[in-house]
């Protein structure tokens, strides 16, 4: 039973348009949610969070927005760069300090 | 030198073979983990330790050990390997007030023939 689902394996976009990554969740007690971006030989970083007490979370480029009632998390970066070309993969859990659940992780090609 | 190192990168072995995957990291974080990756399937846990004398079961520990050593030390042991086991894992660290950002390591690419 997968509990984070991340159903695109791949998105494809011009630089300096937008990039919307989706996810959805089924474990009502989700209640925090992270997303990490992984390049190739090297492990995930952390990018951003954001916790159920909110419904929309800012850093510079990125935006997470959260719908609780949907069980649906997006991931915005606007402008797309070259250099966001990676896999990210969305995180959940009941609480900040419990054991992760990852989605399957959707492959992001930013085109020059 | 890599906040959380992972020896060794790569490794090829047969069926049947003992091996280790060796953790060791610098961030002085008290959890540390173990993922698998396999292709479409994303992360996923297989063993955890929230100090020393703390080993918790993931969702995927079956065929696997672990040896929490130390604090900045975490071993992976896969005790009979067998061709299903091939994957790349990751070891990663974090702390209870770190809300879940784990830092990870670059990973053990494992090949079992």
């Known amino acids: 039973d997968q509990q984070v689902k991340q159903n695109s394996p791949s998105l494809s976009v011009q630089e300096g348009r937008i990039s919307i990554l989706n996810c959805d969740y089924t474990n009502s007690m989700f209640d925090y949610f992270l997303w990490y971006k992984k390049y190739p030989a090297e492990g995930p970083t952390f990018l951003i969070s954001?916790?159920?007490?909110?419904d929309k979370n800012e850093d510079g480029r990125f935006t997470v927005f959260l719908n609780k009632s949907a069980k649906h998390l997006s991931l915005h970066i606007v402008p797309s760069q070259p250099g966001d070309s990676a896999v990210y993969f969305c995180?959940?859990?009941?609480?900040?300090?419990?054991?992760?659940?990852f989605g399957k992780g959707t492959l992001l090609t930013v085109n020059p | 030198d890599a906040d959380v190192t992972q020896t060794p990168r790569n490794r090829i072995t047969k069926t049947g073979k003992r091996i280790m995957l060796e953790c060791s990291q610098t961030k002085g974080h008290d959890r540390m983990y173990w993922y698998r990756q396999d292709p479409g399937l994303g992360l996923r846990l297989i063993y955890y330790s929230f100090d020393v004398k703390d080993i918790n079961k993931g969702e995927i520990s079956d065929g696997y050990s672990v040896s929490r050593q130390a604090q900045a030390k975490f071993s992976l042991s896969l005790e009979s390997a067998i061709p299903n086991q091939t994957a790349l894992y990751f070891c990663a660290t974090g702390t209870e007030s770190g809300a879940n950002v784990l830092t990870f390591g670059a990973g053990s690419r494992l090949t079992v023939l």
């Open positions: 995180a959940a859990s009941p609480g900040s300090n419990y054991k992760l659940t």
């Open positions: 954001i916790s159920s007490i909110k």
